[in-house]
């Protein structure tokens, strides 16, 4: 009986490793390759499985862990597990110097974001999936970066991480992985390098400036002569406007003035009964008379020579006085 029930615990202690060795819990988004005998037999999805501890076993991969240190740093480690990660995952490379094409050494650090895709590939075809992309993204930036200058290299990201993607792409495919991108986080030249430059963009600056400077005082000086030159041809035609109106005010002046003087004349040749060469010769008389008046006002010594017509002219005062005269009797 006591031989029977040893035999008995002896059986559940084996059930119960068996159980708990071949009992398998895989989490959502993760595999698990199963050997049978040295050889793949299947691949545990989520859930529950059960294996046969003695004839199967689990195949481990080494995988990359990202941890952060007691002070916070962030430590990349790799570990051996036998859980394939489905889901999208990062890797931080760390900075690796390259060299440019025009022989400019230069530091660059990557990351690559790739998926498993065909867990049984990643397994088998790689020994090392995560050196492998380490190495190969390492290799294919120092390609492409070699073909390009430095101000190419830095003006040119998203063409290094679609090329550097492409490429990852296709050589990865065998080993049953997909890139999805790559990014490049810094690139930085060599100290010297960046001071250059620095100079050459600040003579960049300085020389936009001067010819931005050059071109105000250009359209400032264009503005000015234009302006001068619509303020002279302002200037012009308001003189020409200015004579032709005063022209045209000296016409009419003239015009008013020589018909007032002949209806003068026609009134003092009206008031005299006489011809128009008498009243011609009252009205040049009285002109002299007030001529003489401006010529000797102020000055009772000056001495007025007068032409011999004037005498004339005045004695033809005398005989239209006479004609008055005898009208009036």
Known sequence: ??????????LAVFVGILAAVGFKLVRQAEVVVVERLGKYHRTLESGVNVIWPIAERVRSINWRYVDTSVDGKTVV???RTDRIDLRET?????????ITKDNVAIQINALVYFQVVDPVRSVYEITNLPDAIEKLTQTTLRNVIGELDLDETLVSRDTINKRLGGILDDATNKWGVKVNRVELQDINPPKDVQEAMEKQMRAERDRRAMVLSAEGQKRSAILEAEGKRESEVNRAEGDRQAAILRAEGDAEALVRLANAEAESIEKIKNALGAGIETATNYMVAMR???TLKEMTAGDKTRTVYLP??????LGALGGIRDLVKSDAS
Do not use: C, H, K
Not at 1 to 10: C, F, R, Y
Not at 90 to 98: G, I, L, S, T
Not at 308 to 313: D, R
């Open 90 to 98: 990062v890797y931080d490379f760390p900075r690796q110097n390259v």
């Open 77 to 79: 480690r790799t570990r």
């Open 308 to 313: 011999y017509e004037a005498t004339g002219v």
């Open 1 to 10: 009986m006591s031989e029977a029930l040893i035999a008995l615990a002896i």
């Open 288 to 290: 002299y008379i007030e």
